[in-house]
């Protein structure tokens, strides 16, 4: 290329690179050996070949036309629920447009905003939103950026990597005096043995002033206040709760507030631990006999962590026995204590193959079985064709508010 023309010269060869740079040594070879030889015509010879290299080598007279490209900002607007509080958001509008109106007047500059949401797993993502409005576009574009935030984000990145050479430019809003007491969780179990304590680490932080030593939190558990204590400001305490029961324990903690606070949000935080059982206790309840009643015994009983009380009902309780006393060896129906007093004390309750008869189980203990799932028991039910025979189906018993499904009255075989 040469600079000094009102053009540039390339080339476009008609050839592969390779063959043309062989025509051209070839060419010089035979130069070189007319000379060598003193023959005549060897300049002649050398002129000719390279014209025919040259016309290989398809030289072009290119003329280019430029267009600049205009410098992009990148104007990145905290939309988090933080800018709600008190004037905020009335400061963000007023310098959005102030700084609309300079950038506009300036040639050569490309203005790309970009609002930034509440994210529920990454918080205030600022430089997320930064990264996709200038992502696409080359990093030597990049004029800077200018942030109006009230300086919460929670992703920051390694400067020396995010657009180097370029400046960000911060705008804070709100007021320099502003107060405000936050209640965090810093770690929290899980998972919690059912009747143990499961600890949870909290920190009470004072920001924008120095309060009392002290904070008064209150633990609320599944909705009900179970107990209140101090914290020391600044630094992380823990304490441990009782897990009462299996499932989802949730535990709500809130802060007294401080004084003159922006906002209350931030004084209160949910935990949720999950009450799993070191051993699982199964009431199973066969009915019908079948070929399948051995498979669900021996199963659970297989399960060392399972323990497995197991009935069968044979007969109804109004049923005579006409064999002698001494010859039997069964037992009644623990109606009462299973279905009544100890009904709590089990997991999970597995009906199988049951077929409704009042004479086996009052509807006054299955409606107690209906309860109890609606209090976050377990039922399982092992049916037959009995579920869809509505005279014995255990849908026409109170039950039926607990079951996931209605029959139709229909068996299907295929």
């Given at each position: 290329?040469?600079?000094?023309?009102?053009?540039?010269?390339?080339?476009?060869?008609?050839?592969?690179?390779?063959?043309?740079?062989?025509?051209?040594?070839?060419?010089?070879?035979?130069?070189?050996?007319?000379?060598?030889?003193?023959?005549?015509?060897?300049?002649?010879?050398?002129?000719?070949?390279?014209?025919?290299?040259?016309?290989?080598?398809?030289?072009?007279?290119?003329?280019?036309?430029?267009?600049?490209?205009?410098?992009?900002?990148?104007?990145?607007?905290?939309?988090?629920?933080?800018?709600?509080?008190?004037?905020?958001?009335?400061d963000?509008?007023?310098?959005?447009?102030?700084?609309?109106?300079?950038?506009g007047?300036?040639?050569?500059?490309?203005?790309?905003?970009?609002?930034?949401?509440?994210?529920?797993?990454?918080?205030?993502?600022?430089?997320?939103?930064?990264?996709?409005?200038?992502?696409?576009?080359?990093?030597?574009?990049?004029?800077?950026?200018?942030?109006i935030?009230?300086?919460?984000?929670?992703?920051?990145?390694?400067?020396?990597?995010?657009?180097?050479?370029a400046?960000?430019?911060?705008?804070?809003?709100?007021?320099?005096?502003?107060?405000?007491?936050?209640?965090?969780?810093?770690?929290?179990?899980?998972?919690?043995?059912?009747?143990?304590?499961a600890?949870?680490?909290?920190?009470?932080?004072?920001?924008?002033?120095?309060?009392?030593?002290?904070?008064?939190?209150?633990?609320?558990?599944?909705?009900?206040?179970?107990?209140?204590?101090?914290?020391?400001?600044?630094?992380?305490?823990?304490?441990?709760?009782?897990?009462?029961?299996?499932?989802?324990?949730?535990?709500?903690?809130?802060?007294?507030?401080g004084d003159a606070?922006?906002?209350?949000?931030?004084?209160?935080?949910?935990?949720?631990?999950?009450?799993?059982?070191?051993?699982?206790?199964?009431?199973?309840?066969?009915g019908?006999?079948?070929?399948?009643?051995?498979?669900?015994?021996?199963?659970?009983?297989?399960?060392?962590?399972?323990?497995?009380?197991?009935?069968?009902?044979?007969?109804?309780?109004?049923?005579?026995?006409y064999a002698?006393?001494?010859?039997?060896?069964?037992?009644?129906?623990?109606?009462?204590?299973?279905?009544?007093?100890?009904?709590?004390?089990?997991?999970?309750?597995?009906?199988?193959?049951?077929?409704?008869?009042?004479?086996?189980?009052?509807?006054?203990?299955?409606?107690?079985?209906?309860?109890?799932?609606?209090?976050?028991?377990?039922?399982?039910l092992?049916?037959?064709?009995?579920?869809?025979?509505?005279?014995?189906?255990?849908?026409?018993?109170?039950?039926?508010?607990?079951?996931p499904?209605?029959?139709?009255?229909?068996?299907?075989?295929?």
């Amino acid at each position: 290329m040469l600079d000094w023309l009102p053009f540039n010269i390339g080339f476009a060869p008609h050839v592969p690179l390779w063959l043309l740079i062989a025509c051209a040594s070839i060419a010089l070879v035979v130069f070189v050996y007319t000379l060598w030889r003193r023959g005549t015509g060897a300049f002649a010879r050398l002129f000719a070949l390279s014209v025919l290299v040259l016309a290989l080598a398809n030289p072009l007279i290119v003329t280019e036309t430029r267009e600049g490209l205009d410098d992009v900002v990148a104007l990145v607007v905290d939309r988090t629920q933080s800018q709600d509080i008190g004037t905020r958001q009335a400061d963000t509008e007023r310098t959005l447009n102030a700084l609309r109106e300079r950038l506009g007047e300036m040639n050569g500059l490309e203005v790309r905003e970009v609002e930034v949401r509440t994210d529920p797993e990454r918080g205030t993502a600022l430089f997320g939103g930064l990264g996709a409005a200038i992502g696409q576009i080359p990093i030597d574009r990049f004029a800077g950026a200018i942030m109006i935030t009230d300086g919460q984000a929670h992703d920051p990145p390694e400067l020396e990597t995010f657009a180097p050479g370029a400046p960000v430019h911060v705008i804070l809003t709100g007021e320099r005096d502003e107060r405000d007491r936050k209640l965090s969780v810093e770690r929290a179990s899980r998972f919690s043995i059912v009747g143990e304590q499961a600890e949870i680490t909290v920190l009470v932080e004072d920001i924008g002033f120095a309060g009392a030593s002290t904070a008064m939190v209150t633990m609320h558990i599944d909705g009900e206040e179970k107990d209140a204590f101090a914290v020391p400001v600044g630094e992380e305490t823990t304490f441990e709760v009782p897990i009462e029961h299996g499932g989802e324990n949730v535990i709500e903690l809130a802060v007294e507030a401080g004084d003159a606070e922006q906002t209350l949000q931030n004084n209160s935080a949910v935990v949720v631990v999950n009450g799993v059982r070191d051993r699982l206790r199964v009431l199973l309840v066969s009915g019908q006999p079948h070929a399948g009643e051995r498979v669900w015994r021996d199963l659970l009983k297989s399960d060392p962590s399972v323990d497995l009380v197991h009935f069968t009902i044979l007969r109804p309780p109004d049923k005579g026995e006409y064999a002698p006393i001494n010859e039997l060896s069964l037992i009644v129906f623990p109606q009462r204590e299973l279905f009544v007093e100890k009904l709590s004390e089990f997991d999970l309750v597995v009906l199988d193959r049951y077929v409704n008869d009042e004479r086996v189980v009052p509807l006054l203990y299955l409606e107690n079985i209906a309860r109890y799932v609606e209090e976050g028991g377990a039922l399982m039910l092992s049916s037959g064709p009995e579920l869809a025979q509505f005279e014995t189906s255990i849908y026409a018993t109170p039950l039926a508010s607990v079951l996931p499904s209605r029959p139709i009255g229909e068996i299907v075989d295929s």
